[in-house]
């Protein structure tokens, strides 16, 4: 749930709930004793206090509630919170009757009489105890929800990804230009003919084993971007260069299966077109202080999208974004980095949402 929408929550259910409290508490009051004007203008600043009140502690509540990494201190919160709370919201009503009514110092010596005080005390206590965990409660249920919504989408991402991966492993172009090389390879070097086959067949099995997959470990993926990259180095030969910079700590870490083939995908595409031969391109994978790093390079220049001259790589990057977001919200950063003789896409995935 977004911000905003939060935010109108809380004070529609702030308001309607000091409203419906209010009201009933009256109501069974004043079935025990006759209101006067008076009394009613105090019992009512002190609940105006108590509205004031939580309101102000729902600050201090939301830091320590994005701090929080389990959820027995909730408990412990909640009952600091409503003691701190109640101490406040029980010294200024009473110091407020005392400077606004006529009568103050006699409701001010009837507040302080230890029997009363505690009577307050317990009452504002139960309040707040029963508002900050009412807080808490739907604050973790909407963040369930939303949790789930993310999967959800997450999901949906990822299996929209494999469709299109399959697209792309199917794409006529790509069969095309892999059958047309082996063609000639039968002829001239039948061993690199079957080694190619071997290669496509590889890389399409891959696609189907985790078409179901949404996390695949480091490993397998990179399994995925050589047997990719064989098929192309036998079709460009010379002039394309691989570099791997992979730490072998990486190898088990989980990652979104076809992550990384979007940003070679478009190295390849579009280095060729821009990049002085043989097109370089480098993949580097280690740990940082932030988590997991994951980059690719290429030689030449960034083609922006909608350029005159070729179709840019927005569309790609923008899925691998989206992606990025259901997956790991705002656990991980997308930069991309512009030089004069090449760019590159990096990724890095914050260490809470590492496994392995």
């Known amino acids: 749930m ?33 209101w006067n004007l008076e009394d009613l203008l105090l019992y009512s600043l002190t609940y105006l206090l108590g509205f004031t009140i939580t309101s102000l502690i729902r600050y201090p509540y939301q830091y320590l509630y994005s701090k929080i990494e389990r959820l027995l201190w909730i408990p412990l919160v909640i009952v600091l919170g409503s003691v701190l709370a109640t101490i406040a919201w029980t010294y200024i009503d009473m110091y407020v009757s005392h400077f606004f009514w006529d009568n103050g110092e006699k409701i001010l010596k009837e507040r302080l009489a230890f029997r009363m005080f505690l009577r307050y005390s317990i009452l504002f206590t139960i309040l ?58 039968v002829d001239e070097n039948q061993k690199h003919a079957k080694e190619m086959i071997t290669e496509l067949s ?105 350029s005159t001259n070729t179709v840019g790589t927005g569309t790609g990057l923008t899925n691998v974004q989206k992606r990025l977001e259901n997956a790991y919200h705002d656990g991980y950063r997308l930069e991309v980095i512009k030089n004069e003789d090449n760019c590159c896409v990096r990724i890095e995935i914050k260490e809470a949402y590492l496994y392995g």
Not at 257 to 280: D, R
């Open 2 to 34: 977004d911000t905003l929408r939060t935010h109108k929550l809380f004070w529609l259910l702030q308001v309607s709930g000091w409203i419906a409290y209010y009201i009933i508490y009256t109501a069974i009051a004043t079935m025990f004793r006759k």
């Open 128 to 185: 707040l105890t029963a508002w900050s965990s009412l807080y808490f409660g739907i604050k973790y249920a909407l963040d369930w929800q939303t949790e789930k919504q993310h999967s959800r989408e997450a999901e949906m991402m990822a299996q929209k990804a494999q469709m299109e991966m399959l697209r792309y492993q199917l794409n006529p172009h790509f069969l095309f230009n892999s059958l047309n090389s082996i063609r000639a390879l």
């Open 202 to 306: 590889e890389f399409l099995r891959y696609s189907l084993l985790h078409k179901d997959a949404l996390f695949v470990t480091l490993a397998e993926e990179l399994e995925a971007v050589k047997h990719y990259f064989s098929i192309e180095k036998k079709r460009f030969e010379e002039n394309l260069h691989i570099e791997y910079h992979v730490a072998d700590a990486t190898m088990k870490h989980q990652i979104m299966s076809f992550l990384l083939h979007p940003l070679i995908e478009n190295a390849v595409k579009y280095g060729m077109k821009t990049s002085p031969m043989p097109l370089k391109i480098s993949i580097t994978v280690q740990k940082t202080g932030y988590g997991l790093l994951l980059e690719v390079c290429n030689s030449g220049s960034w083609v922006e999208k909608n």
